[in-house]
């Protein structure tokens, strides 16, 4: 079995011989990109190394490399290329987020958003209000609509509390409970927890909605297997330690 875990801060434990000492050295503290990309097909070589090729015909990119695999292990054995500094204020916690920022950032600036727009965000999960924040922060009027009443549930309640003080002091409208009915050219409507049909005004609109667990292999064959267990993604997802306690749990039921 391999180890899982993509968002990944460390310290060099030892390096290999033919690493630039004049760059590394051991205890330097590092953030780790594990996604696995050939760097030969064509997606690679124009600069999409998301799209990769060969990445998408594996099931675990964070698997791809040698020894125990992804950040929940002990080690992690990567290349130099993959590895980036970060300075000593920045705690490892916080430099595990630089992954999910850094797809917040790429999205902000590929939809080359302008000063003063009115953006709504539709979603309000971790990515969500992270984009609202980072929008925010530069001057847009953002709004997050969300389906649930919570936000950035998927997150631990430390960062969740400090993510949502983050939001109300950069003025984020927040819209709980409430379902996007349509979009227009100018607005977004949205039907509210009382049922009625309300508006906000929208120059710009983030689909951050993520995605819906799948469970069709597994109602496949939960008549036919006398014991099978659901867990992960697929269970609802949510956040790792959630997923981290329902495999100690089961593993104990095995």
Request: aromatic content about 6%.
């Amino acid at each position: 079995l391999a180890t899982g875990g993509h968002e990944v801060a460390g310290e060099i434990a030892a390096m290999g011989s033919a690493i630039n000492k004049k760059k590394w050295a051991e205890h330097d503290r590092v953030v780790v990109r594990l996604l696995f990309n050939c760097g030969e097909c064509y997606y690679c070589r124009t600069g999409h190394t998301n799209m990769c090729e060969k990445s998408k015909s594996r099931p675990v990119r964070e698997n791809l490399l040698p020894g125990p695999g992804g950040g929940l292990a002990d080690y992690v054995i990567t290349n130099a290329a993959s590895l980036f500094k970060i300075p000593d204020t920045l705690t490892y916690e916080e430099a595990c987020l630089t992954e999910p920022l850094a797809c917040v950032v790429h999205s902000v600036n590929r939809a080359n958003i302008q000063l003063g727009e009115d953006v709504v965000v539709i979603g309000g999960g971790s990515i969500g209000c992270e984009t609202a924040e980072f929008l925010a922060k530069q001057g847009k009027k953002v709004s997050i609509i969300e389906m649930t009443d919570t936000f950035a549930g998927n997150t631990g309640k430390t960062a969740q509390t400090i993510l949502l003080g983050h939001l109300k002091g950069n003025g984020v409208k927040l819209l709980p409970e409430s379902r996007v009915e349509k979009i227009t050219s100018a607005e977004v409507l949205y039907k509210s927890k009382d049922g009625k049909t309300n508006s906000v005004k929208a120059d710009t609109v983030v689909l951050a909605i993520g995605n819906r667990p799948d469970t069709s292999l597994y109602d496949s064959l939960k008549d036919e297997i006398r014991e099978i267990y659901n867990i992960g993604d697929s269970n609802g997802g949510g956040i790792i330690p959630n997923a981290v306690y329902d495999g100690y749990t089961v593993g104990n039921k095995i």
